[in-house]
């Protein structure tokens, strides 16, 4: 799930909706002005009280200042942003260092795009998906 685009209302009902009870943060940047309800520092709460679902943060799963830079900024289009996401990640070596158990409960990544298309999210669950294989996703 992203959160741009959606009102609070929006959110938490879709989370809840999909029976959710595990946000994963795969946010570089967490705690921005932006980030409105979403802020690190008040997601956890919202969580709990409107979903019953708890709060992990995965900074390993977020991409670098300088690749997210050079795709926001234009120096990069998105395949070149795709290709050094994906080298980011057998780098970091996330199939053997993320604790697959996180997934036993129904569990949701949250990133800031609305939709998965242009989404380091999707990249990250279709990875896993062919390390691990078994990974459903369904984009909220």
């Not at 992203?2 to 595990?22: Q, V």
């Not at 956890?44 to 679902?53: H, K």
């Not at 234009?74 to 290709?83: A, L, M």
């Not at 780098?91 to 036993?104: A, C, G, H, K, V």
Request: with cysteine; aromatic share 12%; hydrophobic share 40%.
């Amino acid at each position: 799930i992203g959160f741009t685009k959606k009102t609070a209302s929006e959110f938490f009902g879709a989370l809840k909706g999909a029976g959710i009870k595990r946000l994963l943060d795969v946010r570089l940047n967490n705690s921005s002005q932006l980030a409105g309800f979403t802020k690190r520092e008040h997601l956890p709460f919202f969580l709990e009280a409107f979903c019953g679902a708890e709060y992990l943060y995965e900074p390993t799963l977020a991409p670098t200042r300088d690749i997210l830079d050079a795709y926001r900024k234009g120096r990069e289009k998105w395949v070149g942003y795709e290709r050094r996401f994906l080298e980011l990640m057998r780098e970091r070596r996330i199939e053997e260092t993320l604790d697959q158990s996180i997934f036993e409960a129904p569990t949701v990544l949250l990133c800031s795009e609305a939709t998965p298309e242009f989404c380091h999210r999707r990249l990250v669950l279709e990875y896993l998906d062919r390390k691990w294989g078994g990974i459903r996703a369904v984009h909220l």
